[in-house]
């Protein structure tokens, strides 16, 4: 009965941080894609996750071309201690550090892909049901996807009315996927729970 208690609760912290790299990748993405730093859900999310991040930008300085390395550091190190801490309690020994830099990278990208998942089926839902939506959210989910779809709609045009490019992204993702994040979390030696697959 413990050691289900132990696992349980091991299992929900695992899925907290997750939650909390997933909030932080979101960050990522949405400086990546210069979506407006003023909405409240951006707000919201630089919130959040300031503190994790805060640590890392004295040193790595502000934002390089798009690209906030404090956000990336932070998450990888979150995932890192995460990996260890929670093999430590779950008596597996101190993994190797190469394993667990491996299942960190991998967690960014499984995380990263989720965002991209999500905000594509977002997406295609308000073109259908709102294709001129103001809300703060859907604005957002706009403004992240454009970067990606944006090379997509130049080789593959609409036909008519149907637009087969967020298809094309979803073949892509789920390619991505399956090859680079599976291939680095067997390389990673840890369970896919951990990387969050």
Same mark, same amino acid.
Do not use: C
């Given at each position: 009965?413990?050691?289900?208690? !132990? ?9 907290? *941080?997750?939650? #909390?790299?997933?909030?932080? /990748? ?10 407006? #730093? ?12 300031? &503190? $994790?991040?805060?640590? +890392?930008?004295? +040193?790595?300085? &502000? %934002? @390089?071309?798009? +690209? ?11 995932? $890192? %201690?995460?990996?260890? %801490? *929670? ?21 960014? $990208? ?5 965002? #991209? ?5 977002? /997406? ?5 049901? $709102? ?5 703060? =959210?859907?604005?957002?989910? @706009? ?5 990606? @779809? ?10 008519? /009315?149907?637009?087969?490019? &967020?298809?094309?992204?979803? *073949? ?5 996927? !399956?090859?680079? %994040? !599976? ?5 990673? =030696? ?8």
């Amino acid at each position: 009965m413990g050691s289900q208690l !132990g696992s349980a609760g091991l299992l929900l912290v695992n899925t907290l *941080i997750n939650i #909390y790299l997933f909030l932080l /990748m979101l960050r990522f993405l949405l400086q990546a894609s210069r979506a407006d #730093y003023y909405n409240p859900i951006s707000q919201s999310v630089v919130k959040i996750t300031q &503190p $994790a991040v805060r640590p +890392f930008q004295g +040193f790595l300085g &502000p %934002v @390089m071309n798009r +690209f906030d390395l404090a956000t990336l550091a932070a998450g990888f190190v979150l995932k $890192a %201690v995460s990996i260890v %801490v *929670i093999l430590q309690v779950a008596g597996f020994g101190m993994p190797p550090l190469v394993g667990v830099a491996i299942g960190s990278v991998a967690a960014l $990208a499984n995380a990263i892909l989720k965002i #991209y998942f999500f905000a594509l089926i977002v /997406m295609i839902i308000l073109s259908w049901v $709102a294709p001129n939506a103001s809300h703060p =959210g859907a604005l957002l989910v @706009m403004q992240l996807v454009e970067p990606i @779809m944006t090379p997509l709609r130049r080789v593959i045009p609409p036909l008519g /009315m149907i637009d087969l490019s &967020p298809i094309v992204a979803f *073949i892509a993702i789920s390619i991505i996927d !399956g090859i680079v %994040v !599976g291939s680095l979390t067997r390389a990673a =030696g840890v369970s896919g729970a951990l990387v969050g697959l």
